[in-house]
């Protein structure tokens, strides 16, 4: 968002954002942070805070099973070959970065002619712990 417009209510959100960057963050949870922190922000102002940050590709909305609601992950200095895992038991979901991948979505590209974006890309499975 270089040489862009600023406001206070967009820096914290961006704050907030970084803090959780390991992490998914919804609306609600950015709301709860801001009010705690004396920010008064509107659920709207929110929402398009976050699709211009998603725009600029500061921030990755997904939508994760069993969460009302998109969520947010703060992602400005990733790698641009990872995806998603998500544990369909306990909700848990990490950034995994594999170059293996690539290969898939360089197959897709050339043979298939459709190009994945693996900031939206969500593997369903069991993590190490749910599978025990």
């Given at each position: 968002?270089?040489?862009?417009?600023?406001?206070?209510?967009?820096?914290?959100?961006?704050?907030?954002?970084?803090?959780?960057?390991?992490?998914?963050?919804?609306?609600?949870?950015?709301?709860?942070?801001?009010k705690n922190n004396n920010?008064?922000?509107?659920?709207?102002?929110?929402?398009?805070?976050?699709?211009?940050?998603?725009?600029?590709?500061?921030?990755?909305?997904?939508?994760?099973?069993?969460?009302?609601?998109?969520?947010?992950?703060?992602?400005?200095?990733?790698?641009?070959?990872?995806?998603?895992?998500?544990?369909?038991?306990?909700?848990?979901?990490?950034?995994?970065?594999?170059?293996?991948?690539?290969?898939?979505?360089?197959?897709?590209?050339?043979?298939?002619?459709?190009?994945?974006?693996?900031?939206?890309?969500?593997?369903?499975?069991?993590?190490?712990?749910?599978?025990?």
């Amino acid at each position: 968002m270089a040489g862009k417009y600023k406001t206070k209510q967009q820096a914290a959100i961006r704050e907030c954002l970084e803090l959780n960057k390991d992490s998914y963050v919804t609306v609600s949870e950015i709301e709860k942070y801001l009010k705690n922190n004396n920010y008064s922000v509107g659920l709207t102002t929110i929402y398009r805070h976050l699709e211009k940050m998603e725009q600029d590709g500061i921030v990755a909305r997904i939508n994760v099973e069993k969460q009302t609601g998109a969520c947010y992950r703060y992602i400005a200095n990733e790698a641009e070959d990872g995806f998603y895992i998500e544990c369909e038991e306990c909700g848990q979901v990490e950034k995994m970065e594999c170059h293996h991948l690539a290969e898939l979505y360089n197959h897709v590209s050339v043979d298939h002619h459709f190009s994945i974006n693996p900031k939206r890309t969500v593997f369903y499975g069991k993590c190490s712990k749910c599978s025990k």
